[in-house]
């Protein structure tokens, strides 16, 4: 059973950086997809970024374009999720998801195992 595990969400000041982690257990990571959704109150959980475990294949949301980098480490089961210049938007619930397949999907329904959730909220 695959379970993910975020880490690292809290409080931020606008224009500042945050990192989080997401560790995956119970499955092969090297041949484990993660990506990171995101859902503000009132709004659809929305893709962020994905890095697939094929080596090269990663992707970013619309919205965060130039503001975050995904990154992972194999040795560690974990991905990581490095944001700057944050503003109040970016305020959200931040989601850890992992599949099997392969390309980085940007849809929730192409993840089946889920993290809790780690909130992040950005002050003005």
């Known amino acids: 059973q695959v379970q993910v595990l975020e880490s690292g969400g809290g409080l931020v000041q606008a224009g500042g950086s945050m990192r989080l982690s997401c560790t995956v257990s119970?499955?092969?990571?090297?041949?484990?997809?993660v990506a990171w959704f995101r859902q503000a109150p009132g709004k659809e959980r929305e893709f962020v970024a994905g890095i697939s475990w094929f080596p090269g294949r990663h992707a970013h949301g619309d919205s965060v374009m130039g503001r975050v980098t995904i990154s992972r480490d194999n040795a560690k089961n974990a991905v990581f999720l490095q944001m700057k210049s944050l503003n109040i938007e970016d305020t959200a619930v931040y989601y850890c998801?992992?599949?099997?397949?392969?390309?980085?999907?940007?849809?929730?329904?192409?993840?089946?195992?889920w993290g809790q959730g780690t909130q992040v909220t950005v002050s003005s």
């Open positions: 119970g499955g092969s990571f090297t041949s484990i997809t």
């Open positions: 998801a992992a599949t099997e397949i392969v390309a980085v999907h940007q849809t929730t329904d192409r993840y089946p195992y």
